[in-house]
């Protein structure tokens, strides 16, 4: 488990598992890391502060009203240093705060500060982990991207057996190692659109799809804790920023191609996760359209392609950079994104069915297919999963034909 160079917020609830949470921060700082704790009120009846102070060799925050804890690591400083915010031992009350937004102490507050990888251990007896209100406390959560790791099952505290039981320290600590992931984009420029496109019709009507950009987050945040320097090229999204990524925000067809080529210089890996929309209105009208006594035309003109004009210009050079394609279809899935990754010059090419179970705009988990030259690969699971999975997949393309500088 390699924490190098990484700082892991360990944010502890107030339950008789809070005790458990001692190893996890052994063993972040075992692996080469820097742990920093945020604790709730009920916590440090169950373990004090001082004992996480002297694993961590850093102040606990406890209070946000304590003048000494806001100077030293107040909960925004915390939120901005943490590579990784673990929550262990989750419980049923923390996990009901969370989900309802609320910063009411010293876990909760950070947490809604916070932008990078999230990972949630929860921990309860067992009546309670099968209520309702639990279960959709932690759906929620994880809808938000929130990960998740055990619990588990066996003897509780309270004498009880069943599901309920605190992941053991060293799963946590493994799944957090994994959320983090390598540092093997470091020194390298990736670019990722993300988002729909909005082609105005007038001043309140525009053709766009539902895209909500998640896919292209969760590379560019992927990409981002791998190392790279990553420019999000997004159109309107209600998605937070990912952390360490720079945002470029536009509307049209037209400007998402003028901001990606801004960012071609020095450029490593281009993924063009954005649906963008592939014609606009030929006319915009300055005014809003009044309604009629009869039936509308609207005339439709092409948009530039984004991935095709980076294609045109760079594809096939010594050292090009290399390009990844999405293809959201309908009907055969993977004709269709042969024939972009053909068309486009793409090295791989993302496709999906759209309306297909698990897949298309808006699904929190996705099924996907990896599409190249060689034999096509499926793939389910969360947007986070598939990022990784894509990177991992493009990284030996990457290396062979833009091997990095001295000093990169």
Not at 2 to 23: H, Q, W
Not at 254 to 278: C, H, K, T, Y
Not at 358 to 378: D, I, L, N, S, Y
Not at 386 to 402: C, F, T
Request: hydrophobic share 45%; charged share 20%; with cysteine.
């Amino acid at each position: 488990m390699d924490f190098s160079n990484r700082t892991v917020l360990l944010a502890v609830g107030g339950g008789i598992a809070a005790y458990k949470a001692c190893e996890v921060a052994r063993l972040v700082v075992k692996g080469g890391g820097t742990v920093r704790i945020a604790m709730t009120p009920a916590a440090t009846r169950f373990v004090g502060p001082l004992t996480f102070q002297a694993l961590s060799g850093a102040p606990v925050l406890t209070d946000l009203l304590d003048p000494a804890s806001e100077r030293s690591y107040g909960h925004l400083a915390l939120a901005r240093a943490a590579d990784l915010l673990v929550v262990a031992p989750a419980t049923a009350d923390l996990l009901g705060r969370l989900a309802a937004g609320l910063g009411d102490d010293a876990v909760t507050t950070t947490a809604l500060a916070i932008t990078c990888p999230r990972l949630l251990a929860p921990a309860m007896n067992t009546r309670m982990w099968e209520n309702p209100a639990v279960r959709e406390n932690l759906a929620t959560l994880r809808s938000r991207g929130w990960e998740v790791v055990g619990p588990g099952a066996g003897a509780l505290a309270d004498g009880d057996v069943g599901e309920g039981r605190l992941a053991e320290p060293v799963e946590i600590a493994q799944a957090a190692a994994r959320l983090l992931g390598p540092r093997d984009l470091a020194g390298r420029r990736v670019v990722v659109t993300a988002g729909p496109t909005r082609e105005p019709i007038d001043p309140v009507r525009f053709v766009s799809n539902p895209s909500t950009g998640a896919m292209g987050y969760a590379v560019a945040a992927a990409a981002a804790r791998r190392g790279a320097a990553v420019a999000l090229v997004s159109g309107p999204s209600a998605l937070p920023a990912p952390a360490s990524v720079r945002l470029i925000r536009v509307e049209t067809a037209e400007q998402m191609a003028g901001a990606v080529e801004a960012e071609l210089e020095g450029m490593d890996l281009l993924v063009a996760a954005a649906a963008v929309s592939d014609y606009r209105p030929a006319v915009v009208h300055p005014h809003k359209l009044k309604k009629g006594p009869g039936d509308e035309v609207l005339r439709l003109v092409r948009t530039p392609d984004v991935l095709g004009g980076v294609a045109s210009r760079l594809a096939g050079r010594p050292g090009a950079p290399v390009l990844v394609g999405f293809a959201a279809e309908t009907e055969e899935v993977v004709a269709h994104a042969r024939e972009k990754l053909r068309a486009k010059r793409c090295d791989l090419v993302v496709a999906n069915r759209v309306g297909a179970p698990g897949a298309g705009f808006g699904a929190g988990e996705t099924r996907v297919t990896f599409v190249t030259e060689a034999e096509p690969v499926e793939l389910a699971g969360s947007k986070a999963q598939v990022a990784d999975a894509l990177l991992d997949r493009i990284l030996p393309v990457l290396d062979a034909r833009r091997p990095r500088p001295a000093g990169r």
